[in-house]
């Protein structure tokens, strides 16, 4: 199977191409030139896999130029014990009769990026040595807070790879920034931007088009690649939970085969509802996905009404993973639904590129909505469906989670749907401790309390351990500290490159 740009699908690379490559040379996203279909057998008998070997099947159709031993590799060595607590990798905790959470985030920094930046590694490497590739591999990744530890993690010292993470100043938790100016390894670099997180994608985004940026890293010998998912390599594994998701409810005997299920995702960038679309049209029997927004709610906006208007004002939150106002992987959506109209993305690009904003007509609009609802939860919904989903199945979600579940509720009012529900949960609700403590506790008690004062309060408060990649930040020295203006990334990029 060949990968094809959004915006020209004459441009085909291979599986391995495209994930060493990360974007496509015209700024467009890789997408598969056909989506796997399965059977109803093949998804039945899922139930009987464990995760790794699911992620064998599903990564097995979409990389073919890797072989099957290469692909067990990689899932084997990503999805283990020792790395997510248990060999569930992704339990699905159950809520109520109709509603499960799917907990992404059992990794070693404690969010869903985990799931696909544990694996990244091994596909990457495995690509440069299958494409012949001699130089080493700088990758560029702009995040909003997790995909930059889940990264950094990912990708120290592994060799041949050199990893740059971009994270906007003011823009991610405390617990994030500590994560990220705390990270050890010889081969990473992490620098925070004055601005927001949209910047910083820009900026990388720039570097990535950039032909003499690409040629200044050429000569020092480097290439560029990604781990945001943006990178097909990204993606492709967050497919695999959504069937593993369905596997589980199997095997509980909490649906039968064919039952279709909502599946509900707080998302910002769209990757992760985007695998769930994939799952989707793979065959995974779905009913409605849910997409989740904060006050940023530009997505909200575009499902319900076909335009995406990035012109407005950009939201500081308490889910600060999804402050994002442009989001890249909506494109490769577009393109799908568009019938592959690869002209037609290239063209609505263009104008969120200039305008800010682009309308993709009432027709597609429609086709669309047959598929997603959109919805969105402010601050204070935030914090009070933490606290009333404490007090009434004691489950503490973190803020992002907490979204999500306030959208489904406000779409089971509207619908009366009760589909069983998975509810995708994107992060450990200690990533966020203050801003989950806020729907626990008085203001009061957390006056004066530095960060790991408050993991110990929320420890007691719900009764769950603190994970030690978190509660051991207090003994690691501080390594990062530069900030630079967004015109500035490359000159931080190029410093890290010449001083290796």
């Not at 097995?60 to 899932?75: N, P, R, S």
């Not at 960038?269 to 985007?274: A, E, M, P, T």
């Not at 994970?467 to 000159?491: A, H």
Request: negative net charge; contains cysteine; charged residues 25%.
């Amino acid at each position: 199977m060949n990968y094809q740009s959004t915006r020209d699908s004459k441009i085909s690379f291979s599986s391995a191409e495209a994930i060493k490559t990360g974007i496509a040379p015209d700024g467009g996203l890789f997408v598969p030139s056909e989506i796997p279909s399965l059977s109803a057998s093949e998804i039945e008998n899922i139930k009987n896999l464990s995760y790794v070997e699911l992620a064998d099947f599903v990564l097995g159709k979409f990389l073919t130029d890797y072989t099957a031993e290469e692909v067990h590799h990689c899932a084997s060595n990503a999805y283990t014990k020792e790395k997510f607590e248990s060999d569930t990798i992704a339990p699905l905790h159950k809520l109520n009769d109709n509603t499960h959470i799917l907990e992404l985030w059992h990794g070693p920094t404690c969010a869903f990026k985990d799931m696909a930046l544990q694996i990244l590694p091994y596909l990457l490497t495995k690509a440069m040595k299958k494409t012949g590739e001699e130089k080493e591999v700088i990758i560029l990744v702009a995040t909003s807070g997790d995909t930059g530890k889940a990264a950094l993690e990912g990708f120290k010292d592994v060799e041949g790879t050199n990893i740059q993470v971009f994270y906007p100043v003011d823009g991610v938790s405390k617990i994030q920034k500590l994560q990220m100016a705390t990270q050890l390894g010889k081969n990473v670099n992490v620098t925070a931007v004055k601005g927001n997180f949209d910047d910083a994608q820009t900026g990388v985004k720039k570097i990535f088009s950039n032909d003499d940026m690409r040629k200044k890293a050429d000569e020092l010998g480097y290439v560029f690649s990604s781990a945001n998912s943006i990178n097909w390599g990204r993606l492709v594994p967050q497919i695999v939970y959504y069937f593993y998701s369905y596997a589980t409810l199997l095997k509980n005997n909490e649906i039968k085969m064919g039952d279709k299920i909502n599946i509900v995702v707080p998302t910002g960038n769209f990757g992760n509802i985007l695998a769930a679309f994939y799952a989707k049209s793979m065959g995974l029997p779905v009913n409605k996905l849910i997409c989740a927004s904060n006050k940023n709610n530009v997505l909200t906006d575009f499902i319900n009404t076909g335009v995406y208007d990035r012109n407005r004002k950009f939201e500081t939150t308490i889910s600060p993973s999804m402050d994002i106002l442009i989001s890249s992987n909506l494109e490769r959506f577009i393109y799908h639904m568009s019938g592959e109209n690869a002209s037609f993305v290239a063209e609505c690009m263009k104008k969120l590129n200039e305008e800010g904003k682009y309308d993709i007509g009432a027709e597609l609009t429609k086709k669309i909505k047959e598929i997603f609802v959109g919805g969105y939860a402010s601050d204070e919904d935030t914090v009070e469906t933490i606290k009333k989903t404490n007090e009434k199945y004691s489950y503490i979600p973190d803020t992002h989670t907490s979204v999500a579940i306030k959208v489904y509720e406000d779409y089971v009012k509207e619908t009366g749907d009760n589909t069983k529900t998975v509810i995708a949960s994107t992060a450990n609700p200690f990533k966020f401790n203050q801003s989950v403590l806020s729907a626990l506790v008085e203001e009061r008690e957390m006056e004066g309390k530095d960060e790991f004062e408050l993991l110990q309060m929320l420890s007691e408060k719900g009764n769950l351990n603190i994970p030690d990649s978190l509660n051991n930040l207090k003994k690691m020295d501080v390594r990062f500290k530069d900030v630079c203006n967004k015109e500035e990334m490359w000159d931080m990029v190029h410093t890290f490159l010449t001083n290796k």
